[in-house]
């Protein structure tokens, strides 16, 4: 019975996933795409809300404590190799930006609690990642995330303002990001 709930639950949260689970329309389809780098005017952006839960060492996390800040979201496994490769970079945006009041969240999805925890000290992540082996947080950014890698960044509103739909670099995130931190509030 139990894997037969299991199984239902993945199907239904695929299903939501896969269409972008939260409006009739995507978000990223009222933005401007490029080489998967979606970017939104301020008026196209999509508030994001109600993303709670446990950190992976832990703690807990609630989004609206970061509201005022620019928040880069970034969904990774430990299982996914394009992760590895961009943990580096990601760390190093990280290092670069948290000065001008931006921080950084990784959303740890379909893994084990022990693998992710060795990912981020084998990668030296210091910024927390929420442990969303269901998917329960993913699905409160209304965006498909059938690949992973993806990263999202929210501005100071909370709002969508990006979205990278596969490995980054440096060179593309950080640009991005201070972009959107040099942004007039409001």
């Given at each position: 019975?139990?894997?037969?709930?299991?199984?239902?639950?993945?199907?239904?949260?695929t299903?939501?996933?896969?269409?972008?689970?939260?409006?009739?329309?995507?978000?990223?389809?009222?933005?401007?795409?490029?080489?998967?780098?979606?970017?939104?005017?301020?008026?196209?952006?999509?508030?994001?809300?109600g993303?709670?839960?446990?950190?992976?060492?832990?703690?807990?996390?609630?989004?609206?404590?970061?509201?005022?800040?620019?928040?880069?979201?970034?969904?990774?496994?430990?299982?996914?190799?394009?992760?590895?490769?961009?943990?580096?970079?990601?760390?190093?945006?990280?290092?670069?930006?948290?000065?001008?009041?931006?921080?950084?969240?990784?959303?740890?999805?379909?893994?084990?609690?022990?693998?992710?925890?060795?990912?981020?000290?084998?990668?030296?992540?210091?910024?927390?990642?929420?442990?969303?082996?269901?998917?329960?947080?993913?699905?409160?950014?209304?965006?498909?995330?059938?690949?992973?890698?993806?990263?999202?960044?929210?501005?100071?509103?909370?709002?969508?303002?990006?979205?990278?739909r596969?490995?980054?670099?440096?060179?593309?995130?950080?640009?991005?990001?201070?972009?959107?931190?040099?942004?007039?509030?409001?």
């Amino acid at each position: 019975m139990r894997r037969l709930v299991a199984v239902t639950v993945a199907a239904v949260a695929t299903a939501g996933v896969l269409t972008g689970c939260g409006g009739e329309e995507n978000w990223a389809k009222k933005c401007t795409t490029t080489n998967m780098v979606v970017e939104c005017t301020p008026e196209q952006r999509p508030l994001v809300t109600g993303v709670t839960g446990e950190l992976l060492d832990g703690g807990t996390y609630d989004i609206e404590n970061d509201r005022g800040k620019v928040v880069v979201v970034n969904f990774w496994g430990s299982w996914c190799a394009p992760c590895r490769a961009e943990a580096d970079d990601l760390e190093k945006t990280y290092q670069a930006t948290k000065a001008k009041d931006v921080t950084f969240l990784g959303v740890n999805t379909r893994d084990e609690r022990d693998p992710a925890k060795a990912f981020e000290r084998s990668y030296q992540v210091t910024y927390p990642s929420l442990y969303d082996n269901e998917g329960r947080a993913g699905l409160k950014f209304d965006v498909t995330q059938n690949a992973i890698p993806s990263t999202l960044i929210l501005d100071r509103q909370g709002r969508i303002a990006a979205g990278i739909r596969r490995a980054t670099t440096i060179t593309e995130l950080q640009p991005l990001v201070e972009k959107i931190a040099a942004e007039a509030t409001g």
